[in-house]
């Protein structure tokens, strides 16, 4: 069974920074593409940050390129979204997703980005 627990989420700071972290499990981890998404009411989700299976590719929606990050640890089936210098168009929730399966998605974690 495909899972993806979502978790780091909160209240961050414009200009600060924050780490969210997917855990995923249930196919071969280290074999697929991971993606970070992020959807706020009304809007269509929307693909943040994608990285390879290997690590060593990685791609970013215009609006985070510079100061998001994404990685993964394929040793422990995780990934991560480093966020520096959020802005408050950031508020969403993010979730994380694998090119195992186009259906699959955790609950999300909701980030909140205001002073």
């Known amino acids: 069974q495909v899972r993806f627990v979502e978790s780091g989420g909160g209240l961050v700071q414009p200009g600060g920074s924050w780490r969210l972290s997917c855990a995923a499990s249930?196919?071969?981890?280290?074999?697929?593409?991971m993606m970070w998404h992020r959807q706020t009411p009304g809007k269509e989700r929307e693909l943040v940050a994608a990285i390879s299976p290997d690590g060593r590719m990685t791609n970013y929606v215009d609006s985070v390129k510079g100061r998001f990050t994404i990685s993964r640890d394929n040793a422990k089936n995780t990934v991560d979204l480093q966020m520096n210098s959020p802005k408050p168009d950031g508020t969403a929730v993010y979730s994380c997703r694998s090119s195992y399966s186009s259906s699959q998605w955790g609950q999300g974690t909701q980030v909140t980005v205001s002073s």
């Open positions: 249930g196919f071969t981890f280290s074999s697929y593409n």
